[in-house]
């Protein structure tokens, strides 16, 4: 099985991700990331290269960034170690000082034993595919071994949260005063640095899920447990709820009645606003397959054309970077604007989609109902032949049955898991009975057409 999975290495920590593992990752990045025209021009003027590395707060992010961060050294790399950060200000940070590559060690919405090591590019950058193999590749090859003065030196990263926030607010459009959030920090990443970028930019603010240990990160709160910044946002008598995960790349919002604003809606909310203020380049968002068919209606009716890519945010990334777009993202809460972020910044999206309230005076529930939500469900149909989901005749023929009947009204997406013997079958619909009628009549055609 490859190392790298669909956003980086990840697996428990101490278990199937070890000090060694990290160790040898971070050789194998230097041996590979240390290639290329502008790390020789580097070495030609006396200089080693800089890797940034943060990480969150996972009692386990310490032995493994301290793991990292020799594997770096030991390889005549200079380490700058920011702390604990977010991903996204990890990201921004490799380019912001015009380092080599960076290193994050989180698993993001994982639970607490879990954790994982992401790795970006010059510029902030997620890694290709192919790069991540040649780095697999290369931790059972050669190391570099420096000696003397050409050892890489580690040091602490000062003023890595500063330079971050300050990016965060340059960013934004209009302050936040007259607006009350209630900010969902998961116990992770962003707890110290996403209360002070909303106080800085003027929002009235109630802070839960900010007292991380090194244990609690995801339990119980932030974006996978939505019902408790609800009930806080319906306690406080606020106007918006911001939640992001244990690594911040990812914002949901809860409204001022406690309804779930998510990556779809707040997609349609930010498009529409950059569309009206000539930011929205080429009229264009990048969204998944899995966006909800009342995102493609929303933006339709405004002018605003919808590119589809397969699920994951680093295929977003990739076709934003192709056609230079602004905005793109997932209904899971990843979203990048590609004008202040190489990646999905959970406290980006958040601030900005406050400052669209403070902008227009509208409440959340009043710019998320630029978009009618399609019921949409989805079956996962275990233990069949995941390869023939695509090209089985009677699969084939029972999807264009079904996407017949729905017509305009809805639409059927079926999609073999990458990792898994399973498919998943989501339809949309006008109504969530005809949604659940299609999907359970599809999944029972792919339980028994791919049975293993």
């Not at 971070?26 to 200089?47: C, F, H, K, P, S």
């Not at 702390?83 to 380019?95: C, D, E, I, Q, S």
């Not at 330079?163 to 009350?180: C, D, F, I, N, T």
């Not at 998944?288 to 605003?304: C, D, P, W, Y």
């Amino acid at each position: 099985m490859p190392l790298f999975g669909t956003d980086g290495v990840r697996g428990l920590a101490n278990g199937t991700l070890t000090a060694d593992l990290a160790l040898s990752l971070a050789q194998a990045t230097a041996v590979v990331l240390g290639q290329g025209r502008t790390a020789e021009a580097r070495r030609a003027q006396g200089r080693r290269l800089t890797a940034v590395v943060a990480r969150d707060p996972r009692v386990s992010g310490e032995f493994l960034t301290a793991a990292v961060a020799a594997g770096l050294a030991s390889s005549g790399v200079d380490v700058l170690e920011a702390g604990v950060l977010p991903t996204p200000a990890l990201a921004f940070l490799v380019a912001d000082r015009d380092a080599d590559f960076g290193v994050m060690v989180s698993a993001s919405h994982n639970p607490a034993p879990d954790n994982g090591i992401k790795i970006f590019a010059r510029g902030g950058m997620k890694l290709p595919d192919a790069v991540e193999q040649r780095i697999e590749q290369a931790m059972s090859g050669p190391k570099l071994q420096p000696t003397g003065a050409d050892v890489g030196r580690i040091a602490r990263f000062s003023d890595a949260e500063d330079r971050y926030v300050m990016h965060l607010l340059a960013s934004l459009p209009q302050r936040l005063e007259g607006v009350k959030v209630v900010l969902d920090c998961a116990h992770g990443a962003a707890s110290g640095v996403s209360p002070e970028t909303f106080r800085d930019a003027g929002a009235e603010l109630v802070v839960i899920g900010a007292d991380p240990d090194g244990l609690n990160i995801n339990d119980g709160v932030g974006s996978t447990h939505l019902d408790v910044l609800a009930a806080a946002v319906l306690e406080h008598g606020a106007d918006v709820g911001i939640a992001h995960d244990g690594d911040a790349d990812r914002c949901l919002a809860v409204d001022a009645t406690g309804q779930i604003i998510d990556g779809d809606r707040i997609m349609a909310i930010l498009a529409a606003s950059l569309h009206e203020r000539g930011r929205l380049r080429d009229d264009t968002l990048v969204a998944t397959v899995m966006s909800n068919l009342g995102l493609h209606r929303a933006m339709s009716e405004r002018g605003i054309r919808v590119l589809q890519t397969a699920v994951g945010d680093r295929y977003v990334l990739e076709e934003m970077s192709r056609g230079g777009y602004s905005l793109g993202g997932e209904q899971s809460g990843h979203l990048i604007m590609s004008d202040y972020a190489t990646t999905g910044d959970g406290l980006l999206t958040g601030l900005h989609l406050v400052a669209e309230m403070a902008r227009t005076g509208k409440t959340l529930a009043e710019l998320a109902s630029i978009m009618t939500v399609f019921p949409q469900v989805l079956v996962n149909v275990r233990d069949v032949d995941r390869s023939r989901a695509n090209t089985d005749p009677d699969v084939v023929a029972a999807v264009a049955a079904a996407s017949a009947s729905l017509g305009d009204s809805g639409r059927v997406l079926l999609r073999p898991s990458g990792t898994e013997p399973l498919v998943r079958v989501m339809v949309e619909a006008a109504d969530e009975e005809t949604a659940r009628r299609h999907a359970d009549e599809l999944a029972d055609v792919v339980r028994t057409a791919l049975a293993l």
